[in-house]
């Protein structure tokens, strides 16, 4: 007997006695918490984000839709970046202002892991961010790319769209994301730290995360 089918024979002898119609799980479990903390409007809300953000040593920019190309080609010329990654369903308009000598590189399903820590700089969009925890979530999409785009490359710009794209707590971005898509919560660059206590960051991902605010957007 394998430890697979001994473990589903305990599960089964623990369910032998518990009838057909009996109260489904997610249903069995009071849950009366509190989906949110405070009475924050939309503004108060995106503060708190920015905050948040900025105190997990994320560097956070403000735009609105029709001054987000010029800052994001401001962003990688000032990180002197000569590489950037562009997720396949990246709005072309966020890179319209990008210096032309700029090398922009697909995101390729054969792309090793060499080559992605060979290129600069990785700009996407994101699913949510959560004001309370400071927290953006990518989730896939066109605009996101693969998971490993935004984990490699040291310099990631993301780009949340306010306030469309703004929650303020985790119950309430659950509820917009699809849990079998490939989520990745990002609180801050990657950071971890010794048994001393002596923070080293980029080790599981970008060394720097950039995260510009554009307001009015579906930009």
């Known amino acids: 007997m394998s430890s697979r089918e001994r473990i589903l024979g305990r599960v089964r002898r623990a369910l ?3 009838p ?20 924050r409007d939309v503004a108060a809300t995106v503060d708190l984000l920015a905050a948040n953000l900025a ?28 590489s950037v990654l562009v997720p396949t369903g990246l709005d072309p308009a966020w890179l319209a202002d990008t210096d032309p000598g700029i090398t922009r590189v ?13 290129v600069d700089s990785v700009v996407t969009g994101c699913a949510v961010a959560i004001a309370e925890t400071g927290t ?20 990631h710009v993301c780009v949340v769209r306010v306030p469309d794209q703004v929650v303020s707590s985790v119950p309430e971005a659950l509820e917009r994301l699809i849990p079998t ?9 990657s950071a971890t730290s ?17 995260v510009v605010l554009a307001e009015d957007g579906t930009g």
């Open 16 to 18: 032998a006695d518990v």
């Open 194 to 210: 010794d048994i001393e206590l002596d923070r080293v960051e980029g080790v599981h991902g970008p060394r720097t995360l950039e």
């Open 136 to 155: 953006i979530v990518l989730d896939g999409s066109p605009d996101q790319g693969r998971r490993r785009i935004t984990l490699i490359p040291d310099h």
């Open 181 to 189: 898509r490939p989520l990745t919560w990002i609180s801050g660059p």
């Open 20 to 39: 057909p119609d009996d109260t489904p799980y997610e249903e069995a479990v009071p849950r009366p918490y509190l989906r949110r903390h405070g009475d």
């Open 106 to 118: 697909e995101d390729r399903a054969e792309s090793t892991p060499g080559e992605l820590d060979r």
């Open 55 to 82: 105190d997990y040593r994320a560097v956070v920019h403000r735009s609105d839709t029709a001054g987000l190309p010029a800052l994001i080609a401001r962003l990688l010329a000032h990180r002197g970046s000569a």
